[in-house]
């Protein structure tokens, strides 16, 4: 399958995948949360809850359909990057239709409760598989150094790193330590901060319910969403260690661009296959507790215990008053962070500026 | 399991104070054993961890708790002090205000009167064990 053909197919895949994520979300969200908004356990199975949620699917399947007819024509008209239109049409739609969703919803709102709750005794925040199991990904990453390190006399000077759809080469990178360990570098700093996102998850983020049938469900979901995190670095670590190897099919005299549809298939069953587990589980493991812990002391909706006003655009959780960096997402499978903690901006700040920051570095290093 | 009212009328850190204390009279915490540390009390409890650090404080000046930087709060094996007539005048008092307080919230008499018989039946459970 050629490069261009890769994209097209993974991005019909991509909106295929959202779609049904898109369609099933609702359902997939503790039973007093609808849509973002605190509500009555009971309110979802009204007709006017119902009545939101086909409203909310109408528009999804709507937007799902241009954005697979805009794959689709970017494949025919020979124009992949064309194929990245459809995906971002149809993220926006699903936003829209969420939006929208949300404002139907929020004149039924339940008062907050007030209620806290919290277990007696310390919690574990260890990472699944402990600290031994993190060391797997930079093992791979050390394991390739240690194997270029001994083939440095076998690598070109000069070797392709880039190809363009017509499977030519268009960037280039030479062999110093830059241009032959750059990636190996730009793995360990990815799957690093995969773990630190892991390991900040695991600290920093509150039990909605501590004890009971839903406690347990919610620890249960809690360690799967790290597990997924840990595959990731995984995934993140072999890639790299892949893809710093390929100056070895330069020596070896192929030049023409490496096959993707293997990797690409994996990362794409991997994505798949985590997001149905989480989904099985629902949001905070509502599936695996039932109904069980809906409602605090006094009958009150407990949602997740933070205040609907903190969530702007139902997405963005801004609370000064919560000490908790991560909180569950109100409409999605996982967590997102507290925009009010100091801490929050400093790790957006090492995510999305100084990490690529540095692996831009890197890669000029090397070119 | 601790729990609190963040619109209550009564204070965080009491009312945390109150609740480990209520547990630690029960015996549903032997001494030994750990609290969760300031960081994860507060966390879990949404409060500032000042409010659970105060509350710790409280609790280890009535000689429940050691508080050693880094292991944590440790419950301590404390000894029951002898009643003074002024710790039995403040809990009448206490009771009274509280009773009153139940009453003008509407809450029934009898529904009062039932409630207090089951902490009595209570008290004498645990005195007799």
Redo the contacts between chains.
Sequence with gaps: MSAAASIVTAQAFVVLLIAVVAWMMPAMTRPDLYFAVTVAPAFRSTPAGLAILRRYRREVAVHAAIGGALVAGSGLAARPLAAYAGVAWFGAGWFAAFFRARGRVRPHAAPET??????????AANLPGGWALQLGPFAALAAAAVYLHGRWQDLPGRFPIHWGFDGRPNGWAVRNAAGVYGPLWIGALVAGSMGLLAWLLSR?T??IR??GVAGAAERRFSRGVLGVLVGVEYLIGLTFAGVALLPLRAAGGEAGPPGVAVHLGVSLIFAAAATIFLLRMGQGGTHLAGDAGSEA?GGAPVGD?SPDRCWKAGIFYVNP????LFVEKRFGIGYTLNFAHPAAWLLMILLLLVLPAVMFWIAAAGS | MLRIDLGAATPAYEQIANGLRALLVAAAMAPGEQLPTVRQLALDLGVHHNTVAEAYRQLAAEGWLDLRRRRGAIILDRPTPASSPEAVADFARRLEELIAKAIGAGVPRERIAAELETAARHLRKGAES
């Design positions: 007030t209620v806290r709750e919290a277990a007696t005794r310390p919690r920093g509150r039990p501590p004890g002391a215990r008053d919560d000490p908790a």
